[in-house]
């Protein structure tokens, strides 16, 4: 495949040439100095800008600014976070992580800050253009190695955007060897069903050349489950799917996405696991062609969806809940008596958010953590 650089500059990530303009105008930019203070009032910002003053490569910034910021957060606002699977993606190669989604900024903060902790090379992270709300956004995010899909396009854009997107990603995992996060949809799960989108899996080959199973097979698709005890924007998620039942016109808008960003990393989280499956080469040769390409991609996000299932970590909560819903004692075994009454404590808690229809609302509310138990166990 002939790559010709400049066709990125609208979508890539910063160079190295490029951090030293970008940091001036984070420093300069309000709004940056704003996020700084109110995740950390207690660190005089002069202390930040010298810092930051001193970085002159990405490495650097994802090692001395990124990392700082998400070993604060998990300590601040989890109950730890745990990996598992870095075995699977060894050395000298370039993967496509496809990830389950649920928090908009540290699912790939998580992964990337373990990465650096391990002196592995950080990922490339997908992120879409509706979030880059501001410009300071757009250079923080830039200077972590981000890069940006597009949203909101017509139909004639996104064709042509789409490819775009597939011959950076193929370029950077087949001629770079750099490996590229991404979520398995577009959007954060909204109820807990997990479910890779076909058309994300379009994408990925439209650059390609040869059979759909050939093609994904050159990008060493990895798994990668994502396991929140606490899902930091629950009640939000619910008040969004509620609204769109009960109005059909209803839309979020800018600010809710500013709150979803700020939300999900300060609200409760409890523990959070991070599980890397084996790249998925051997079972998509192994796999049996189907009767056309659309079939084949069903197929194959079906295979994707069962790897991320597997690699799920329950909590009690998701037991709790997938117990009540389905009427049964079937996974009493797998929480005690405190913890039911905590999971139902909590969810009785998040409930006096709702207006509305209150019983719908937390049915809602226990499906998000129940949906991982009935994909990964079944009914």
Known sequence: MDINETEFEEIRPYYDSEVDGAISRLLNESGFRKTVKYFFPDVPFEMVENMLRNIHTIKDFQTQFIARLVNGIEKKYTSGVTFSGLENIPEGKGYLIVS?????????????????????????IAIGSNLLIFPWITDMV????????????????????????SKYIRHT??????????????????NGDDKTQGSVLKMFNMAAQGDVISSLSDMNI??????????????YKVIEQYNKKVDSTFKKN???????????????????NIHLGK???EDLLKMPKAANKNLQYDEIAKLIDKKIYQGYVLYPINYVTADILSGSNKFSDKYTAQEK?????????QAKNFSGDIQMQKEMLMQIYANPVFNKLGH
């Open 254 to 272: 800018k600010v809710d996405d500013v709150s979803g960003m700020r939300n999900g990393i300060t609200c409760e989280k409890g523990r959070v």
């Open 222 to 235: 990895v798994p990668m489950s994502i396991s929140y005890e606490y899902d930091p924007v629950d009640i």
């Open 279 to 281: 790249p998925i080469n």
């Open 341 to 349: 009454e905590k999971a139902v404590n909590y969810i009785e808690t």
């Open 100 to 124: 389950n989604h649920r928090d908009i900024i540290l699912d790939s903060a998580f992964l990337n800050t373990y990465l650096a902790q391990h002196n592995r090379e950080t990922s490339e």
């Open 173 to 190: 995992i087949i001629d770079k060897k750099t490996s590229i996060w991404i979520a398995q949809r577009e959007g954060r799960t909204k």
């Open 142 to 165: 830039k200077l972590n190695r981000t890069f940006v899909v597009k949203r909101n396009l017509s139909v004639k854009e996104l064709m042509v955007s789409s490819l775009v997107q």
